[in-house]
Structure formats: structure tokens, C-alpha cells
């Protein structure tokens, strides 16, 4: 495993905060006058032209001041595939449905794994003008200050946030009961709709934690190392480690990590029962 000094992650922490810096004017300039809003693919899953433009500006970034490392970018994919240690991956605006429908809640993430390993991380919401920062061993900020999780240890007094991926309709394993669930146990639970502000809010103790399915790499490298530096806990939902891109990922104050981890792992038990139920009961219903 490579060890980058801490005076070579601060580079690096400093061309993704240029790069988000960047990205962050465009959205402003775009905001409020989009035109051509695009269907990706699945329903519900847009691109805009402040997408692209924001996209382009972060390429152009990183081309400038690591021009030898591969990049993985939400609308162009994975650029240069040569063998390298490092990879960035880039959402150039995550919240996009939000952004399309002027609901002003989106932010720019540009974060670097290491041998697969978030490492360095910023997130810039261009609305309240907030930038996160966080590099392994450098710890988090916000706007230039230190940052920390929350100390809330019990679920009952917590808020959380959570979200659902595009392709929620094609899946009963769509995140819907888990929400439920744990909206009856803790003082609430949101739906930002834009993951890597989810992450950065975990990290300044806005929120007690977040669970979500169905992610890309794009939307948690940066925020991982964020609730990583403040103090924070990140794991899949079994608590083993997280793998990127497994797209499940479990990040909390710490305090509540384990009774989270458990009331998500009890509610999947839950419908993974359901569903055995419901395929038994149809096949009793048509006898071959
Ligand atoms: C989406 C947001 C949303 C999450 C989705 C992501 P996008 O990213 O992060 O909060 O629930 O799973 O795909 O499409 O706005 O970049
Ligand atoms: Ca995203
Ligand atoms: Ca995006």
C-alpha cells in the first residue's frame, strides 16, 4: 500500500478543491436558465448542460496538474485506463434532479482513491458557497475550519439522511422499508437527493448518519474521507469494510454505527423473508 506524504496529499487536496472551485461557478452561471435536460437512461436519471460544462471544467483541472492520473467521471466515465495507484472520481453536479427543478440543494465531489482507497476529498455546495475538505491524517473542514461528527449515541435522538438510486423501480431491494423502518425509531430522516452533501453533513454533525444503496464511486469517494477525518465511522452495512464500487455504504457519528448497522441488517432479513414468501406462495398458486 503507498503511503503519500501528508505535503503530497495536501497538493492533491489542493487541485480537488481548484477543481470543485471551478465547477461550482458554472453551476452558478447555468442556475435558473437550463435549457435541454436529458434522460440518461432509466427514468428520472437527468444530464444537463451544467452537467457537462462543470465536468469539463474539473477535466480541465486535472489535466493541468496531474495529467498522468486516470479519472473516472459521472458523464464521461473512466478516462485513461493505465495502470496507476490513483483514481479520481468525479461527480461534476450531484443533485442534478434538484438542480433541473431549481430546488437549490447540489454540490460539486471530486475525491482521489488510492490503491481503491478514498484518500483525498472536496465537496463545494455553490448555493451556501460551503467548501469540505478532508486528506487522510490532515483532517476535515469546513470553509478552512476543523470539522467533527456529531456526538448523538442513541438512535432515538438522531437525524438522519438517506436517498434512492434510479433504479428504485426495477428493485424490490429499493431502500423503501429501510426508510420506514427508521423513521418510526429516530427523530427523522431526510432525502437530500444529492449523496455527497449527505456525506459532508454526516462529517460537520448536521446529521447522525446516512445509509444508502446503489451508489457510484463519483458520489462517496470524497465524502467517505470527509466522515472518515471528522471523527466519523464509513462501512458497508454489515460493518464490513466498505468496497467501492459496491455502492452500499453505512457512514455515522461512530456512536450509532452499530445499532444502525443492525436495524438495516434486520429490516433486509425482513424482506428477504417476504420475498421467499411471496415466490413459495406463487408457485403453490401455479402447480407445475
Ligand atoms: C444522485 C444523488 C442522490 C442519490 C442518487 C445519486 P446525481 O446523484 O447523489 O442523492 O440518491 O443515488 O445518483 O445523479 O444527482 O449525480
Ligand atoms: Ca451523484
Ligand atoms: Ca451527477
Known amino acids: 500500500m503507498s503511503h503519500p506524504s501528508p505535503e503530497q496529499l495536501q497538493i492533491f487536496l489542493d487541485v480537488a478543491t481548484e477543481a470543485v472551485l471551478a465547477a461550482g461557478v458554472i453551476l452558478q452561471d447555468y442556475w435558473g436558465h437550463l435549457e435541454g435536460i436529458e434522460e440518461k437512461g432509466r427514468p428520472g436519471d437527468l444530464v444537463t448542460k451544467a452537467d457537462k460544462a462543470a465536468e469539463a471544467a474539473i477535466l480541465q483541472v486535472l489535466r493541468r496538474h496531474v495529467p498522468d492520473h486516470p479519472i473516472l467521471a459521472?458523464?464521461?466515465?473512466q478516462l485513461d485506463n493505465t495502470a496507476s495507484e490513483y483514481l479520481w472520481a468525479i461527480d461534476p453536479l450531484d443533485g442534478t434532479t434538484n438542480y433541473a427543478?431549481?430546488?437549490?440543494?447540489?454540490?460539486?465531489?471530486?475525491?482521489l482513491l488510492i490503491e481503491g482507497v478514498p484518500q483525498v476529498g472536496a465537496i463545494f455546495d455553490p448555493f451556501r458557497q460551503e467548501l469540505f475538505r478532508a486528506a487522510t491524517g490532515l483532517g476535515a473542514t469546513r470553509d478552512r475550519r476543523p470539522i467533527q461528527v456529531s456526538k448523538t449515541a442513541e438512535l432515538s435522538k438522531s437525524l438522519l439522511v438517506s436517498g434512492f438510486a434510479y433504479d428504485r423501480r426495477e428493485t424490490s431491494d429499493n431502500n423503501y422499508a429501510e426508510f420506514c423502518h427508521l423513521t418510526h425509531l429516530t427523530q427523522g430522516v431526510r432525502r437530500s437527493g444529492s449523496a455527497a452533501l449527505d456525506l459532508a453533513y454526516v462529517a460537520c454533525g448536521r446529521f447522525d448518519g446516512y445509509w444508502e444503496r446503489g451508489l457510484s464511486p463519483w458520489d462517496m469517494a470524497a465524502g467517505i474521507v470527509l466522515v472518515r477525518e471528522a471523527g466519523?465511522?464509513?462501512?458497508?452495512?454489515?460493518?464490513?469494510p466498505v468496497v467501492i464500487p459496491s455502492g452500499r455504504i453505512l457512514a455515522t457519528n461512530q456512536q450509532i454505527h452499530s445499532a444502525l448497522s443492525n436495524e438495516l441488517l434486520q429490516v433486509s432479513a425482513a424482506s428477504a423473508a417476504r420475498s421467499d414468501n411471496n415466490v413459495l406462495s406463487q408457485d403453490a398458486s401455479h402447480p407445475s
Open 74 to 77: 459521472e458523464e464521461s466515465g
Open 101 to 111: 427543478h431549481q430546488y437549490p440543494v447540489a454540490a460539486v465531489s471530486v475525491g
Open 232 to 240: 466519523g465511522q464509513v462501512t458497508a452495512y454489515d460493518q464490513s
